[in-house]
């Protein structure tokens, strides 16, 4: 169960990325600011939720 929390942190901490380094400056380019700003909001609650579900993985084991 460990190893399935850690892999899902991982995929989510990816995906938090992509959305912050490759979305939200797609959504800039296009001049798009709903999206740029939801890619933001999204990008690092992502990333914070990842970060706290690889803590508490750690903490399990």
Not at 2 to 19: I, N, P, Q
Not at 29 to 44: L, N, S
Not at 53 to 61: A, I, K, Y
């Amino acid at each position: 169960m460990y190893r399935v929390l850690a892999y899902t942190s991982a995929l989510s901490l990816f995906s938090g990325l992509v959305l912050l380094l490759v979305d939200h400056r797609v959504y800039k380019v296009r001049q798009m600011p709903k999206e740029q700003k939801y890619a933001r909001i999204f990008g690092w609650a992502q990333l914070s939720l990842a970060i706290v579900s690889f803590l508490m993985s750690l903490l399990m084991q």
